[in-house]
């Protein structure tokens, strides 16, 4: 585990809202912050006004909820990508990749979660993963997977690619129906940098 990502299990919830997007990360981060606050009120400010079964709650209850989400998030962390593993997501990409543009729906979903599994933070499968479920018309998961590309660093690239989804799965939305026909064989592509990075997995 890299330091910056070491880092993030000082606050709970920040693994999951800092490297995930996750909105349940959020809420326990902010829920922490607040027995935090309560805390230190209690204890320096306003510890006149606050009996001592209080007190100790409040403290026992931060640190319970510190305790169980910094093991809960360094057990549950994907191990950092050794060099095979990434060759190996980069090869199961390109077949996912075929397996999408020959409209074989279910092989391409299976090779792009293989992919998240060895490489959950690539953008470019996350995006091509929404994609597909925009496709088949499981347009609820396709917006809920966009919307958590969207608040994670792994998304940062993709802003442009995630916004035309989000405008297809709308219009997607209102017609009831799965849009097929209007984007026959694109893929997403980034708004700059990510394109070399296309270019690579595709050579």
Do not use: C, N
């Not at 169980?68 to 990434?86: C, K, Q, R, W, Y």
């Not at 984007?183 to 270019?199: F, K, Q, R, Y």
């Amino acid at each position: 585990m890299g330091l910056a990502r070491s880092l993030t299990l000082v606050w709970p919830g920040l693994p999951w809202l800092w490297l995930r997007g996750s909105a349940g990360g959020l809420v326990l981060a902010l829920a922490f912050a607040v027995l935090l606050d309560m805390g230190i009120v209690t204890t320096w400010i306003w510890s006149e006004l606050v009996d001592l079964p209080v007190f100790i709650g409040i403290w026992t209850a931060a640190s319970v909820v510190w305790i169980v989400a910094t093991l809960s998030a360094a057990s549950s962390f994907p191990a950092p990508i050794s060099g095979a593993a990434d060759a190996a997501a980069d090869t199961l990409f390109v077949k996912a990749r075929a397996a999408y543009l020959a409209r074989d729906w279910l092989t391409a979903e299976t090779r792009l979660k293989a992919v998240l599994a060895l490489a959950p933070t690539d953008g470019e499968a996350q995006l091509l993963l929404a994609t597909l479920l925009r496709r088949v018309g499981r347009t609820a998961e396709a917006k809920r997977a966009l919307e958590q590309l969207s608040r994670s660093d792994s998304g940062i690239p993709w802003q442009a690619a995630i916004a035309r989804e989000l405008v297809l799965l709308d219009r997607a939305g209102r017609d009831e129906q799965p849009d097929t026909e209007h984007d026959d064989d694109v893929l997403p592509m980034p708004a700059g940098g990510p394109a070399e990075a296309s270019t690579e997995k595709a050579a």
